[in-house]
């Protein structure tokens, strides 16, 4: 995304400005990231390679993010926080210990810790701004960010006990992190693994009030689901004897994991679409909606859910005729439905509705 003109980072000298789009509980985020000091090509924390610079998928990273008053100020710790942290060690080790925990909440944008050193697992998705600016930051790095509600989309009339005022100025530093794998060094196992978690977390999340967060945790999943496609499209032209001979090589010691069939695969990947459908009829995006409704049910045809979901799409596109086939085969699946009974209803007083309207325009033109 390009930078709007007359920006506060535009008075900064130094590194090129990056920026991008991020999701928070209320909405999109526009994010503008700047380099304010390198760090150390190395990481100091685990048994990484050399080539290691940068925390990767499942790295363990030790981060603390301060608030600023502007652009040229001095970081602040928050309000909720008065602590300025505590220095970590070089020879200290990032261990599974360590990873704080953070529950997301609506009335938070950054939704880590403020002031103080925190550990949090890169991919997790607990806060993508975070997440994002550690990603390409080396040990020792220090950035400075601004952060701006992006068009409508965002509930920037929500109250921020921590954050009180917008646009949001602060520093992100990397002191620490464990080594982690980009997608395609991963097993397949690893991988069904974090689609697993991305799906539980989209769940709670969803349950919870945080339609945004859960969008974007079912989006981390589908697409490393893109990056297995391959290898269940192998596994299907192989045939199931194969497949478990395969899954006895890959699995070692006690801890015995199963990769889901090829046709689990497809319903696990369906499920997936048809939670994101939700979310976005959740956020008022009805064509997108309907793409994930559509991508869902060609995958399973028998998903109810899918089907209705579909047909809400429709009716809030005011594809009528299409909204009524969705829900006439969900009537298929869920004979007597009360859901799909009464969308048909709705959709025939409806088309009652704009047929009486054109009677009346059109008495007026010939009359």
Known sequence: MEMDPGRPFETLHGSDVTSWVSVCPRGLWKVQRKQTHKGSPQTISGDACSSSYCPRLGSLCQVRVRLKAGPDEAESSGPENGSEGQSVQPDQRVTEMDVTAMPRCQDSVLQVPLGDWTTLRLGEGQCDITEACVEGMRVGEKCEIWISPVGNGSDVSAPHPTEENLPLFATVELKAFTPGKESWEMSPIEKCQWVKSHKETGGVRFRSGDVWGAADQYNRALK??????????????????????????????????????????????????????????????????????TKATHLEPGGAKAWYRMGQACQMLNELEEARQAFRKLLELQPESPSALKALKDIASREKEINAQLGIRLSKMFS
């Open 224 to 293: 490393l689901l893109i990056t297995l496609q391959g290898h269940f499209e192998e596994v299907e032209k192989k045939g199931q004897e194969q497949e478990a001979e395969e899954q006895r090589d890959t699995n070692t010691g006690d801890q015995l994991q199963q990769l889901p069939s090829a046709n689990e695969f497809k319903t696990i990947k369906a499920e997936l679409h048809s939670n994101m459908s939700l979310c976005q009829l959740k956020l008022n995006q009805p064509q997108r909606a309907k793409v994930s409704a």
